[in-house]
């Protein structure tokens, strides 16, 4: 979605521009001003990383933990990631899902962005 608004003036309201996360929502401002807002773009109704990798919501949240740090350890450097994916106490939950292979995918990309992402992951 593109909006364009020229020439605008934006006064004590709370929020200007509440866009869906992750829409790719483009927003074109010429001229005017904003003033006295609590906002100016707000992103409502964020994607939880279990949406994010496809996980069902029951999915144990240690054992995604558990995944992600097997991922990164420095002794599974030689065993193939998706191994270590679908022998996980995880897979279970994972087991038939119709998205299983961007599961893995997800999980894998993730693991390459290093244990210190990993720890940060509210998960």
């Not at 929020?15 to 807002?37: H, I, M, Q, R, W």
């Not at 409502?44 to 949240?61: F, N, T, V, W």
């Not at 962005?113 to 998960?123: A, H, R, T």
Request: glycine share 8%; charged share 30%.
């Amino acid at each position: 979605m593109k909006a364009k608004f020229k020439n605008c003036d934006f006064m004590n309201c709370k929020t200007v521009f509440n866009v869906p996360a992750g829409s790719g929502s483009k927003l074109e401002v010429d001229g005017g001003s904003v003033s006295n807002c609590d906002n100016v773009v707000f992103e409502r109704d964020p994607r939880s990383l279990y949406q994010l990798i496809g996980l069902p919501e029951d999915a144990p949240k240690e054992l995604v933990r558990e995944l992600l740090n097997d991922l990164v350890r420095e002794g599974n450097k030689g065993e193939s990631k998706e191994k270590i994916v679908k022998t996980s106490r995880l897979w279970a939950h994972v087991g038939n899902a119709a998205n299983a292979s961007s599961i893995v995918s997800a999980f894998v990309s993730l693991a390459e962005k290093g244990k210190e992402l990993i720890d940060k992951l509210p998960v």
